[in-house]
């Protein structure tokens, strides 16, 4: 494609997201869905386009792994390939998907028709195996819609004539509580706030803090302090941002509140633009979750339509919202990687001090919370601090919405008041014989059956949301491993511990697997520990060792059974070295084996 | 009054605007780093630098001080943790020091020797990264990056060219130059351009000019990192090294 030829393509998605550099991200998206993949030519004309040095735009479409640097095929299949995903049998799946597609993994189709790769735990565990086919989610595959997913590629039928069956993603709602059963009009919870901001000397930031509400994505940073923060900073517009980039593997509950509930989503973001002197709102959705981009707007266009945002937003100050989609990065889920990727960057975390609330989004004051958060700000708006901290405990106030999936017979969102106990939890979703629960995803905890009477709260096991239940027979060392390549995958490369770090710990995980570890290899994973926990940038570093941390305490057995009894095993093995040899001349005889006797 | 801040127990004067490692420098003393430079806006991707700071494991390049501020560098635990950095590096790249134009005004080299790295201590990665020779005054061999981004900040900030950005993610992040080609020499890059001067290894040099000076008489060769980096630490008005 020359560059005349393009102006038809960019033209319309620049006007639409207005020529500037922090729109990138959004242009290269939207230009993909346009056009298939990001050629160099189309790269140079938005470099152009946006005053940028072509580098800069280079460096940025490459961060992301749902861009395309190369042509990638008229159907881009990504297969989910979270743990549930593969305990649902997603690599067999995706291996008859291939050969009915005469496809080979991880390469586009000499035809140009398909490509099939692999990509990061999707965010829909109690439906998967799941996977995205040019980024609109399929769930619960098996090989019934493997096969349709194929006839379809094949016949070259256009995605949006495919039976829309294949597209129908339930929410699973299992239990609801406050939360999930709010009742709450449009409106309502903006009018609240704006009476309780009205009623002086309290308002509703005092409310927030009273209410004792935690953030709900994990880290549970006072939500009403941070709203205080970024009401005080000095500056003269403020940002309210929406974390809707939910990439821990296991989790789906913000999904589901982006599906059912979008109108209290924005609610909450309208009613703290108001507490904190915001007029605009962003939303941040998860690539993954594109599907959900054409309702959200609605949702939004409604709002508009009906006074509730705008120019007197809910009949209080201007506010309104704006809806950035992701392209594939586990790492903007961290507030500060999601802010520069808002500005249309790579997705790297800053450097901390300053922090969001006093220079966030384009440098301003900014507040960043989480779906859920914003949902129970919205509660806690309407209902009052006292009632909010009716529920759960001292410290961790109020429900929270768990993602269970895995080995238990109703999977789904659950909403349950803090202080649950796992063992309670597991009775609700039915599993029967679990030996373990991963809370909080792979940058969480798990735990095996001695500690089922823990409780979710932050007191004793903190969670985000993910609740990923493993019975007997699962395999925890590989669960890690998997984790762990996970996120070799997802690690942004900025800071050395990170990087390289992450990537030894996947090398030694597989020389283990491989049956060529040994004590050495053990005592290599202390030390990755130790520098990725004291070393690295953010979270994702200091996090990524969790999974080998507790099943190597916890599961010692899935580890020793594996050991060579040496103290070292090298991993070169010169025998397997032979293999392409013995390919090339067509021979699998001993003789062209080494090994014992020859 | 002048505020300080206890490095390994002793006093450390700060002014507002300087970090924990800025102040330590200017005050005489050392903190090991590898992607901070004085002329630059502190960056905090190498991680060497990281001390103990109030309790919390940080870079101390990108922290700011505050009084009476407990920092502890010089422990048993973060040397082994610096060491381990440096074999990181090396493990990541592919380092032949004995070959390179750059041994002897090497900082990777000039740490490891520093802190005692006899291996790489991992597996080594060995990256497969092509030379660009394509430019007629200077070259860049990839094989030796550190991903420091120096020169990504010398050529944005001080050359006004933009030729330098990262690409990719992980463990394939990688520095790419600003042209279609990717190719060095059709970029705007000048052999004089800061941001080749500020390479701390040997990955963007100068042709023609090899082993000029003989390897033995080089910079670090002279005098270790640690003594060479308090003499290029910039102090405030009024204070000597």
Redesign the interface.
């Given at each position: 494609m020359d560059a005349s030829s393009l102006s038809p393509v960019l033209d319309p998605i620049l006007a639409r997201w207005g020529r500037t550099p922090d729109r990138l991200l959004q242009v290269l998206r939207e230009a993909q869905d346009a056009t298939g993949w990001l050629s160099?030519e189309l790269l140079?004309a938005t470099a152009r386009s946006l005053g940028l040095?072509?580098?800069?735009v280079?460096?940025v479409a490459?961060?992301y792994s749902f861009l395309a640097l190369e042509p990638a095929g008229e159907y881009r299949v990504l297969l989910s390939d979270g743990v549930t995903d593969r305990m649902d049998g997603s690599l067999e799946l995706g291996e008859r998907l291939c050969r009915r597609l005469w496809a080979e993994p991880d390469h586009t189709a000499g035809d140009g028709l398909v490509s099939v790769r692999r990509t990061s735990c999707t965010g829909l565990c109690d439906q998967g195996p799941a996977a995205l086919v040019n980024g609109i989610a399929i769930p619960r595959l098996d090989g019934r819609v493997v096969d349709a997913i194929a006839d379809l590629i094949l016949a070259r039928r256009p995605l949006d004539t495919w039976p829309v069956d294949l597209f129908s993603i339930p929410t699973n709602v299992r239990r609801e509580d406050v939360l999930l059963r709010h009742g709450l009009s449009p409106g309502v919870a903006i009018a609240a706030a704006l009476a309780r901001n009205g009623a002086a000397p309290a308002g509703m930031i005092a409310e927030l803090r009273a209410s004792g509400l935690r953030g709900r994505g994990g880290a549970g940073y006072p939500t009403g302090n941070k709203w205080a923060s970024c009401e005080a900073a000095p500056g003269e517009s403020r940002y309210i941002v929406c974390n809707a980039d939910e990439g821990e593997p296991g989790t789906f509950k913000d999904r589901v509140l982006l599906a059912r509930e979008a109108d209290l989503v924005f609610e909450g973001m309208t009613l703290a633009g108001h507490a904190v002197g915001a007029t605009r709102g962003l939303l941040y959705l998860r690539g993954e979750y594109r599907y959900l981009l054409d309702s959200l707007e609605a949702t939004l266009a409604r709002r508009r339509a009906a006074g509730l945002l705008g120019a007197t937003a809910g009949g209080g100050p201007a506010f309104d919202v704006e809806i950035h989609v992701g392209a594939g990065?586990y790492i903007c889920g961290e507030e500060t990687a999601l802010l520069e990727s808002l500005e249309g960057k790579?997705g790297i975390p800053r450097?901390r001090?300053p922090y969001p609330v006093t220079h966030g989004y384009l440098g301003r004051p900014t507040v960043v919370d989480n779906v859920e958060t914003l949902c129970a700000a919205a509660l806690i708006a309407v209902h009052g601090a006292v009632a909010w901290r009716r529920l759960g405990t001292t410290q961790s106030s109020g429900t929270k919405l768990l993602s269970v999936a895995g080995d238990c017979t109703r999977r789904g969102v659950y909403e349950f008041p803090f202080g649950v106990t796992v063992r309670e939890v597991l009775e609700a979703a039915g599993a029967d014989d679990p030996i373990a629960v991963q809370v909080g995803g792979p940058s969480g905890t798990l735990i095996d059956c001695a500690e089922f009477e823990r409780h979710l709260s932050f007191e004793d096991l903190p969670t985000g949301g993910a609740f990923t239940v493993f019975g007997r027979g699962r395999d925890l060392f590989e669960v890690a491993r998997q984790h762990v390549h996970f996120f070799?995958?997802?690690?942004?490369?900025?800071?050395?511990?990170c990087?390289?770090?992450?990537?030894?710990l996947a090398?030694v995980m597989d020389k283990i697997h491989d049956g060529h570890g040994s004590r050495h290899e053990l005592a290599?994973l202390d030390?990755l520990t130790?520098?990725l926990g004291?070393?690295?940038?953010c979270g994702l570093g200091h996090t990524a060792m969790n999974p080998v941390r507790d099943t190597i305490t916890r599961f010692a057995p899935s580890y020793e059974r594996r050991l060579a009894s040496a103290d070292f095993a090298p991993?070169f093995d010169l025998d397997a070295a032979l293999a392409p040899a013995r390919r090339m001349t067509g021979r699998d005889d001993p003789a062209s084996h080494l090994g014992e006797g020859s | 009054m002048t505020q300080t801040f206890l490095l390994d127990g002793a006093p450390v004067p700060f002014e507002p605007g300087q970090t924990v490692l800025q102040a330590a420098l200017a005050a005489d003393r050392y903190i090991p780093h590898l992607c901070y430079h004085p002329e630059f806006r502190?960056h905090?991707?190498?991680?060497?630098c990281?001390a103990s700071v109030g309790g919390r494991?940080v870079?101390t390049c990108?922290t700011?001080p505050e009084a009476g501020l407990v920092v502890d560098s010089e422990t048993a635990?973060?040397r082994?943790?610096r060491r381990?950095?440096v074999q990181?590096?090396f493990?990541?790249g592919n380092h032949f020091c004995p070959s390179c134009e750059k041994s002897g005004n090497c900082q990777l080299q000039a740490q490891g020797s520093d802190l005692g790295v006899t291996t790489a201590g991992?597996?080594h990665?060995y990256p497969d990264r092509p030379v660009d020779a394509s430019h007629p005054d200077a070259w860049i061999d990839f094989n030796r990056c550190v991903?420091c981004e120096l020169c990504v900040r010398a050529s944005d900030e001080v050359d006004g060219k933009?030729?330098?950005?990262?690409?990719?993610?992980?463990?394939?992040?990688h520095l790419?130059?600003?042209?279609?080609s990717n190719r060095l020499g059709d970029t705007t890059f000048a052999a004089s351009d800061e941001a080749m001067q500020v390479c701390p290894v040997g990955a963007i040099l100068p042709k023609r000019v090899g082993f000029a000076v003989p390897i033995g008489s080089r910079r670090y060769d002279q005098r270790p990192v640690s003594a060479q980096a308090l003499d290029d630490a910039p102090r405030p008005a009024g204070r000597s090294p």
């Open positions: 160099p140079a040095p072509l580098a800069h280079r460096g490459s961060f990065a790579r450097n001090p070799a995958h997802e690690s942004c490369g900025f800071c050395t511990p990087r390289v770090g992450t990537s030894m090398s290599e030390r130790s520098v004291n070393g690295a940038h991993a | 502190p905090g991707s190498c991680k060497l990281t494991l870079a990108t700011p635990q973060l082994e943790v381990t950095l990181m590096l493990a990541e991992f597996r990665l991903l933009h030729v330098f950005a990262l690409a990719g993610r992980g463990l394939t992040k790419i130059v600003n042209a279609p």
